[in-house]
T-cell receptor, first 114, second 112 residues
Framework: DTEVTQTPKHLVMGMTNKKSLKCEQHMGHRAMYWYKQKAKKPPELMFV???????INESVPSRFSPECPNSSLLNLHLHALQPEDSALYLC?????????????FGQGTRLTVV | GESVGLHLPTLSVQEGDNSIINCAYSNSASDYFIWYKQESGKGPQFIIDIRSNMDKRQGQRVTVLLNKTVKHLSLQIAATQPGDSAVYFC???????????FGSGTRLLVRP
């Protein structure tokens, strides 16, 4: 199984709503990532979890709150978002080998904030 | 030929020709590089990788070249097919960390 599964595929939310994006992998990877991708732009790193602990936070606004309940799951909690937060949110995972391994990506959640 | 649009440069090639996609990376401390392919509405898909102690790596129909002196990476696709049409991103891993940073991307269009 080399799959990273993200749900939901599409999400429309109002600026006062609270919602969560979910990501799951069963490859035994201990590093998991959230990226944000705007149209015609590259994915931008938001957060990295390593062994269920937050390892990297790329100065992301607090209205985005990541959570890693266990080694297979990664959530992104959303609250009081702005229309400019509309984007494709990508989850990825990789092995923890420091020498570098590729990250496997999910298909993303297309988020629209209205 | 290659054109630079407002956000995403585009490379247009004839089916069957070879394609070369270039990438300039920013960090001298980057030690691992990946090429990803992203089709419309999908997540990035791994194509090939290369470590900084190598200058060339070959896969099936793809070759990656690394020039650390000028911080340049290229992806060569042999006998380009319509299914190769997508956006291609290079990504660099900074300083043996989990930080995987993407380059700006190139759209590849394959003309039948």
């Amino acid at each position: 199984d080399t799959e990273v599964t993200q749900t939901p595929k599409h999400l429309v939310m109002g600026m006062t709503n609270k919602k969560s994006l979910k990501c799951e992998q069963h490859m035994g990877h201990r590093a998991m990532y959230w990226y944000k991708q705007k149209a015609k732009k590259p994915p931008e790193l938001m957060f990295v979890y390593s062994y269920e602990k937050l390892s990297i936070n790329e100065s992301v606004p607090s209205r985005f709150s990541p959570e890693c309940p266990n080694s297979s799951l990664l959530n992104l909690h959303l609250h009081a978002l702005q229309p400019e937060d509309s984007a494709l949110y990508l989850c990825a995972s990789s092995q923890e080998d420091w020498r570098g391994t590729e990250a496997f990506f999910g298909q993303g959640t297309r988020l629209t904030v209205v | 030929g290659e054109s630079v649009g407002l956000h995403l440069p585009t490379l247009s090639v004839q089916e069957g020709d070879n394609s070369i996609i270039n990438c300039a990376y920013s960090n001298s401390a980057s030690d691992y590089f990946i090429w990803y392919k992203q089709e419309s509405g999908k997540g990035p898909q791994f194509i090939i990788d290369i470590r900084s102690n190598m200058d060339k790596r070959q896969g099936q129909r793809v070759t990656v070249l690394l020039n650390k002196t000028v911080k340049h990476l290229s992806l060569q696709i042999a006998a380009t097919q319509p299914g190769d049409s997508a956006v291609y991103f290079c990504a660099e891993r900074v300083d043996s960390s989990y930080k995987l940073i993407f380059g700006s991307g190139t759209r590849l269009l394959v003309r039948p």
